[in-house]
């Protein structure tokens, strides 16, 4: 079953809402390549009104916030309900992801799925787990 087959079967609210990950998730910034089935779901959601979030690990100050926009433009990623970067101050990349991921529970927000590349991407506050193998 592919993401969008699976994604079908769950309930939908205006305030659910799907997690991702960006690096080696959405797309492989070490070698400029879009993830293909990753890319094809993010668009599907967005099409079909549902609330995405992204929360990333790269550092949160201004030149990385402004590259980061860039690069999801670049890879045509809009219309995200939220964009979190890392805060240096954390050093434990679960517990920040977990931390962001409360929050947007704490805004009302029930996440369905978080999808990403590592272990910290998924977890609690995550929904389901959806974790993204290397890609070829």
């Not at 030149?63 to 990623?77: F, G, M, P, S, V």
């Not at 910290?120 to 974790?131: C, P, S």
């Amino acid at each position: 079953m592919n993401l969008i087959d699976f994604h079908k079967s769950l309930p939908k609210t205006e305030k659910d809402i799907v997690i991702f990950d960006i690096d080696e998730t959405l797309f492989d910034p070490y070698i400029d390549r879009k993830i293909e089935p990753v890319i094809n779901f993010y668009r599907y959601l967005v099409e079909n009104n549902y609330n995405t979030a992204i929360i990333t690990a790269r550092a949160n100050f201004p030149e990385n916030l402004r590259y980061t926009i860039n690069d999801l433009e670049r890879h045509n990623i809009k219309n995200y309900k939220f964009l979190f970067l890392r805060n240096p101050s954390y050093t434990d990349l679960y517990l920040y992801k977990r931390d962001d991921r409360k929050h947007i529970v704490d805004l009302g927000y029930t996440p369905l799925m978080s999808i990403g590349d590592k272990r910290w991407d998924m977890g609690e506050y995550g929904g389901i787990g959806i974790l993204v193998l290397p890609y070829n």
